[in-house]
């Protein structure tokens, strides 16, 4: 049974992480959906179950245009069902058309991470084709400076601490979010 307090919003529309690969979309996201009582969906892997293939092998067999193509398809579908909380990869709010969908159907809010906290998290993993460079850190790099102009653009931006568990960064968002009309309907 809740106690006097612990009423937690009802989310009325779907909120859309956005934000470098190593922010914490997921791991936030999913902390986020858990305190909300939504679902939590990662449009990457929607792509990833539909092509039975993994967001490198798309890259590397279709292209970069195809698959932010089936990415803009995935985030409508999902910004159309119930509300929930959507993980995007870190390219899809570069595309104006995902932008202007997520401002019309969701609520956007960018996880900002400085370039030593993302390097810390992304840093040996092969899982980013964008990374497969000769220097991935200087890539990260030239990522952030063409992107944070545009991701801040985001209607909430929250700054992601290293120090902050999981949970304590899903309730900085929450208590960012809840400044955004109509995203939250209390219960009765």
Aim: neutral net charge; glycine residues 8%.
């Amino acid at each position: 049974m809740k106690g006097e307090g612990d009423t937690m919003p009802r989310l009325q529309k779907t909120i859309v992480l956005v934000g470098m690969m190593g922010a914490g979309k997921t791991a936030v996201g999913t902390a986020l959906a858990r305190a909300l009582h939504v679902p939590f969906q990662d449009s990457d892997e929607e792509i990833v179950k539909a092509a039975q293939m993994s967001v490198a092998e798309i890259f590397e067999r279709d292209g970069e245009a195809f698959f932010r193509a089936r990415e803009s398809e995935v985030i409508e579908r999902l910004l159309t069902g119930a509300p929930a909380v959507v993980s995007t990869g870190g390219g899809a709010f570069m595309f104006e058309a995902n932008r202007e969908l997520i401002s019309r159907l969701g609520v956007s809010c960018w996880l900002k991470a400085d370039l030593d906290l993302l390097w810390s998290r992304v840093k040996g993993k092969n899982t980013r084709p964008l990374l497969r460079t000769a220097d991935p850190r200087a890539t990260l790099s030239g990522l952030i400076e063409k992107r944070y102009p545009i991701y801040g653009r985001a209607q909430v931006t929250v700054e992601s601490e290293a120090a902050l568990s999981i949970e304590a960064m899903a309730q900085k968002v929450i208590a960012a979010l809840k400044s955004q009309p109509g995203l939250f309907a209390e219960e009765p």
